[in-house]
């Protein structure tokens, strides 16, 4: 992933994973990818995962993801995004630490505008799968078509119409357009069903009124 990430072919770049705000070790805070590998914000940064207890001499020990020493802050920005726009489809990407003095937040969105993003959409929160995939899809519609069409709008913009998409959302709309994807198994329809059943709503009410299916995303960076 790593090289993914440094290669510069791609002006986007969308992670859909798992994503961890270490609020005890920020540079600990990582997005979990499928093969097992997780890349950190210490990685970002280019610092070795060791840190130095505020009280050490400068002895460094292996770091714990759970312990709230910081990591020693040696070397270089490795990952060169070249000015890609990021999006981390993954929970709580977009928290930063805020409880230690310091001249800038650590966290995920940081790492990768130091690194050379020119933007950065991660979450505040835990998302839900569904919500969080028809977010995305009607983010990158309204990014994509407007700019292919002559027409662009900024990645906030986008964002935004993309969020009231997902929010107005009623469940008759759900069943008619998303349940059509290809991309869905009969699985994931027969699951995404039975769930909306559950719900007990009508047919013209919004299964994702409620802020924490939408308003968990924002845009960070070079996004007007």
């Known amino acids: 992933m790593l090289a993914l990430l440094t290669n510069g072919d791609y002006e986007i770049v969308h992670i859909a994973s798992h994503g961890i705000h270490n609020l005890l070790n920020p540079l600990a805070s990582s997005i979990e990818l499928h093969d097992g590998e997780h890349i950190t914000?210490?990685?970002l940064y280019g610092v070795p995962r060791e840190r130095k207890s505020p009280t050490s001499t400068g002895a460094a020990s292996h770091v714990d993801e759970g312990n709230s020493g910081t990591l020693a802050a040696v070397g270089h920005v490795r990952v060169e995004l070249q000015q890609a726009l990021v999006t981390l489809s993954a929970c709580e990407t977009a928290l930063s630490e805020t409880q230690r003095p310091t001249d800038e937040y650590e966290g995920l969105?940081?790492?990768l505008l130091?690194?050379?993003a020119s933007s950065v959409i991660g979450t505040l929160w835990r998302v839900g799968d569904l919500a969080t995939a028809i977010l995305m899809q009607s983010f990158?519609?309204?990014?994509l078509d407007r700019m292919r069409a002559g027409k662009p709008m900024s990645i906030a913009e986008a964002l935004r119409e993309a969020q009231l998409r997902v929010r107005d959302?009623?469940?008759?709309?759900?069943r008619d357009e998303w349940l059509h994807d290809a991309n869905l198994?009969?699985?994931d329809r027969i699951a995404i069903l039975?769930?909306?059943r559950s719900l007990g709503k009508e047919e013209t009410e919004?299964?994702?009124a409620d802020v924490r299916w939408w308003g968990a995303a924002c845009a960070i960076g070079a996004v007007l």
């Not at 990158?140 to 990014?143: C, E, T």
């Not at 959302?169 to 759900?174: E, F, P």
């Open 140 to 143: 990158y519609h309204a990014l």
């Open 185 to 187: 198994s009969d699985d």
């Open 169 to 174: 959302l009623t469940v008759q709309q759900l």
């Open 41 to 43: 914000l210490a990685d």
């Open 206 to 208: 919004s299964p994702f």
């Open 109 to 111: 969105p940081a790492g």
């Open 194 to 196: 039975q769930w909306l």
């Open 114 to 116: 130091s690194a050379g």
